[in-house]
């Protein structure tokens, strides 16, 4: 067997963490899926080749995160290496050693926000945001598009991607009323400069292979087609699996394996999934095959039987109507309707609830609107285990009049005590530095 | 007193060693067409003058089986796959006798589904119509249940030999499992008529000592254990090399090894003295097998590789097309352009000059330049193919964090160069590498020399499952019942004990037996939020190396 597309698998079990014995994030999560991947010779496939994760620097992370009080603080080694994993998947890409690329690492990594002061979801770092702001400041890459196609909503990754136009953030997932964190509506669009680049598709429980793969084709193909990005990454969380114990879905692997042909990414990062048994093994194989172009119809689940896994005609209605609407919704954004004056500030205040690590955070966020660049940002933060601080962004492609701006906040902040920390994240000048 | 035979790929060397060292040594050349007649000249030679009773052991490694295998002679093999869904199993076929039977067991080595009896019948009762008596029976996962893999074989009762998965491997990969099963069924009537072949010369010739079969790990098996692992004698001639090597020399550090012979050369990698071992198995044939092997690489670079001028661009290998012209070939070779350029002055000087200079006629390029081309573009073949080979190594996948940390990086700044050719190219590889090049006393036999001192080897895999309550040791047929509070360190002591067990089964001597935990996990497994058993693997190993007594004699 020979694969179509050349792909690189980077697998990093960690079968030496765990946030608990008994949590679902444990050592053994990725056991049976090495399982089922050795024993039908996946790696000796022409053309599927497995690679070392590298580890994640310092500066990986604060090109993305605010942490606080630093990155040592709210990371351990596995989350450096998981990021690392991520980074490495997308050099061998980048790099052109392969066409595409698999990281299957753990921990997982959509949870985490702009601003990290623990964990939540079982996430620390963004590993996709990591890894895409790693390849903007090291390849020559404007357009990404990010499909999370975990069943939670991806909030981390939207948080992070909420002001960036050049980053299409899609999301599929399980209702938001119906499972957490609860935000992911249709309604959710982006910033006022990057509207329209964040877009949520939130699905029904009960949502078989059938639904999933129309929302592919109604939402997620059309939109990437219109937004013609250089580059399209897979959050590929797996628990919309009909097994997963967390979730409330009825997606099979056939049908994970069917959405990954469909989406045709250049990466998928694994995410959550915690069906271990059931699910994880049968569903990364289907990806697996899938990206590198092989048949997959002879993949399935022990206990899959499609006549089970039927969707409802209700449930089918619905889902043309979700579809329907966001469509609506992401041709609205490109209307030149209400829009803000350039130069100043729009504001959002957030509380987020870190349920992993029981850690409450105020956030005050505000952007520079700006007509030029992605616009200056600044997040006041506070929570129950950091005394208020600071994080200032520089965009990457930041006009000199955000860029003049963004120092100015910097001045501000340093020559008064208001804030115990002050972290200043400078795209353009590449310099990442916590005060 | 211990006999070592290697048969090459165009010399079958022979080796006695004693007390005393190395009191024989024979290289004759390779009679491809019938190996036991070069082997039983090879036996003659080196007994010649020596009592053959005050021979304790023989131990040989030979190509037949990959002969075989290569050049497609083998036996029509049965082969009955129970796969259940994953990849299509017919993207395995193999041989012109292939049958898939429905059925599956998964991951935990749960029975999902039972045998489809009716396609099982219709596949054996096809095999014996084609008068097929040899069988291989292979099932996915096997190595966690062989249930599916036991009933074929039980329904197989009237064949004379059945290959069965999951006793020729503890290892996943169900791929492997079939063309490793396959071929050692392929190989077995030949290999037992040649190994029976082996036994009469010897006893003709007065040895009556035990005789054990070199494998592609560096180990050795008694012959009477090979006959049904056939397989396992493929590709073992690199290993043999690479025991010489470390019989020879004491190495320590990181290092490779070059076995540079008439048609190819062979490259070995050590860390810190130690060997490194293919993770999965050896590759024969463009199917992957379960055979365990030090890692090797074998390019078709040698001393009688064939120099093609093309276009200006001066070439050599991988064909070898006869000996060198100084020894009375037709076509120039390494060896010759090493003769012109004066490294060294190897019989018929003349013949190398006058074969190169029919070169330079045809290409107007000197003959002075075509040599030193010729040895160049070797040099780089091998620079290159060595660096490839650290490179994948140091690339190769970790599974845990403290791995991941701890990562040793292969540095190797020492190369030892064993072979034919080995004396008369260590300038110029030491040139091309800038290394440190140490070629050994012996250096032209120590395959031979590695057969003879390589100590019998063993690998195992136990996987305990308490929540099922089983234990299972693939290959050596051990699934029994455990208790529920059975854990990782009971399981260390049973694969020790296992081990010990067949060891001293197959008549190892008790010195010999050194034990070698190489890998331990023990994974809780969780339903709902409740622990409900431990998933425990542990896989160990008899370490491939050198014979107690041996070390005395050769000093190390």
């Not at chain 2, 036996?43 to 075989?68: C, E, H, M, Y």
């Amino acid at each position: 067997m020979k694969a179509k597309s050349t792909l690189g698998i980077v697998f990093f079990p960690a079968f030496d963490w765990a946030i608990h014995p008994l949590h679902p994030e444990r050592e053994e999560r990725l056991l049976y899926t090495l399982d089922q991947l050795n024993e039908e010779g996946v790696f000796d496939i022409e053309g599927i080749m497995q690679y070392k994760p590298d580890i994640a620097s310092h500066d990986d992370i604060m090109r993305t995160h605010f942490c606080f009080p630093d990155v040592a603080k709210v990371t351990t080694e596995s989350h450096l290496i998981s990021a690392g994993g991520t980074i490495k998947a997308a050099t061998l890409v980048m790099d052109k050693i392969v066409n595409k690329s698999f990281a299957l690492v753990r921990p997982p990594g959509h949870h985490a926000m702009k601003v990290v002061h623990g964990a939540r979801g079982f996430c620390n770092i963004n590993i996709e945001a990591v890894m895409v702001e790693y390849i903007r400041e090291h390849y020559n890459v404007k357009k990404i598009a990010i499909v999370d196609t975990d069943c939670h909503h991806g909030d981390g990754t939207q948080d992070i991607y909420w002001h960036d136009r050049d980053v299409m953030y899609i999301s599929m997932h399980q209702d938001g009323r119906t499972l957490y964190p609860g935000t992911g509506a249709i309604h959710e669009l982006g910033g006022p400069n990057a509207l329209g680049t964040t877009i949520n598709i939130p699905l029904p429980p009960n949502t078989s292979d059938e639904g999933f793969l129309m929302a592919m084709e109604r939402v997620v193909v059309p939109i990437l087609k219109d937004f013609k990005p250089d580059l399209i990454i897979n959050s590929a969380g797996q628990d919309n699996h009909y097994s997963d114990p967390i979730t409330n879905m009825n997606f099979s692997a056939l049908g994970y394996a069917k959405l990954t042909e469909m989406l045709n990414a250049d990466i998928a990062v694994l995410e959550g999934g915690y069906s271990i048994q059931g699910a994880l093994p049968y569903v990364n194989l289907g990806i697996t095959l899938a990206m590198a172009g092989l048949d997959y119809l002879y993949v399935h689940e022990p206990d899959y039987s499609q006549k089970d896994l039927t969707q409802d005609k209700e449930i089918t209605k619905y889902i043309k109507r979700v579809c329907d609407q966001v469509m609506k919704r992401y041709e609205e954004c490109k209307k030149p309707s209400f829009k803000l004056m350039p130069g100043n500030y729009d504001v959002r205040k957030k509380e987020i609830y870190y349920d992993t690590d029981n850690i409450r955070e105020m956030q005050l966020e505000s952007i520079m609107v700006c007509e030029e660049c992605r616009g200056v940002l600044k997040i006041e933060t506070t929570s129950t285990v950091n005394p208020l601080s600071l994080g200032i962004e520089i965009p990457l492609d930041a006009c000199d009049r955000c860029q003049k701006e963004g120092y100015r906040l910097l001045d501000n902040a340093l020559s008064g005590d208001r804030y115990k920390y002050v972290q200043l994240i400078d795209r353009r000048n590449k310099k990442y530095v916590l005060y | 007193m211990y006999l070592g035979l290697d048969v090459g790929g165009t010399h079958t060397d022979a080796v006695i060693i004693h007390r005393s060292g190395i009191v024989a040594h024979t290289k004759v050349a390779t009679t491809h067409h019938n190996l036991l007649e070069c082997i039983n000249q090879a036996f003659k030679n080196v007994l010649t003058g020596i009592d053959p009773s005050l021979i304790k052991r023989v131990n040989l490694s030979t190509t037949l089986t990959t002969n075989a295998i290569i050049e497609n002679k083998c036996e029509e093999v049965g082969v009955l796959v129970s796969g259940g869904p994953g990849i299509n199993p017919l993207h395995y076929s193999i041989g012109s006798q292939y049958y898939t039977i429905g059925g599956q067991i998964d991951h935990r080595g749960t029975e999902i589904t039972l045998l489809n009896l009716k396609q099982l019948e219709k596949a054996i009762k096809k095999c014996r119509k084609k008068g097929i008596k040899v069988f291989a029976v292979i099932s996915k996962f096997s190595t966690r249940n062989p249930v599916h893999e036991q009933y074929i074989q039980q329904k197989l009762d009237d064949a004379d030999f059945i290959s069965v998965g999951h006793t020729l491997s503890g290892n996943l990969n169900f791929p492997r499992r079939i063309a490793t099963a396959y071929y050692n069924a392929a190989v077995w009537r030949l290999y037992n008529k040649f190994s029976h072949a082996i036994e009469e010369s010897l006893r003709e010739l007065g040895a009556i000592a035990p005789v054990n079969i070199l494998k592609a790990d560096g180990g050795t098996i008694p012959l009477h254990v090979s006959r049904t692992v056939p397989v396992e004698s493929i590709l073992s001639g690199p290993a043999a090399s690479v025991i010489g090597t470390m019989a020879l020399c004491n190495i320590t550090e990181d290092a490779v090894m070059l076995d540079i012979g008439g048609t190819s050369c062979d490259i070995a990698l050590f860390a810190d003295g130690a060997p490194l071992i293919e993770k999965d198995g050896i590759r024969l044939n463009t199917h992957n097998t379960l055979v365990r092997s030090l890692k090797t690489k074998s390019i078709g670079i040698g001393g009688d590789s064939a120099i093609k001028v093309e276009g200006g661009t001066v070439t050599a290998g991988p064909q070898r097309l006869g000996m060198s012209m100084a020894e009375g070939g037709h076509n120039p070779t390494i060896i010759d352009a090493l003769n012109v350029i004066g490294t060294i002055n190897f019989k018929d000087t003349e013949r190398s000059r006058e074969g190169m200079y029919a070169l330079e006629k045809k290409s107007g390029i000197s003959s002075q330049d075509i040599a030193q081309q010729a040895i160049t573009y070797a040099l780089d073949i091998i620079y290159n193919e060595v660096m490839a080979m650290i490179d994948e190594v140091n690339a190769r996948p970790v599974y845990t964090i403290h791995e991941f940390l701890k990562g040793k990086v292969l540095k190797p700044k020492t190369i030892y160069l064993i072979g034919g050719p080995a004396k008369t190219l260590a300038h110029h590889i030491t040139q091309r590498f800038g290394w440190n090049v140490k070629v050994p006393q012996y250096a032209e036999v120590a395959n031979a020399i590695g057969a003879a001192v390589a100590r019998t080897t063993v690998d195992i895999e136990l996987f305990a499952d308490t929540q099922r309550g089983r234990l299972l040791v693939p290959n050596l047929n051990v699934n029994i019942r455990i208790p529920q509070h059975y854990d990782v360190d009971n399981a260390i002591e049973d694969a020790t004990n296992y081990m010990m067990q067949y060891l001293e089964s197959i008549g190892v001597d008790e010195k010999e037996r050194e034990i070698e935990i190489l890998q331990v996990y023990s994974f809780n497994m969780v339903e709902g939020f409740e622990t409900t058993g431990k998933n425990i693997r542990v896989h160990c190993q008899v370490k491939p190396g050198i014979l107690h007594q041996c070390r005395d004699i050769l000093k190390i």
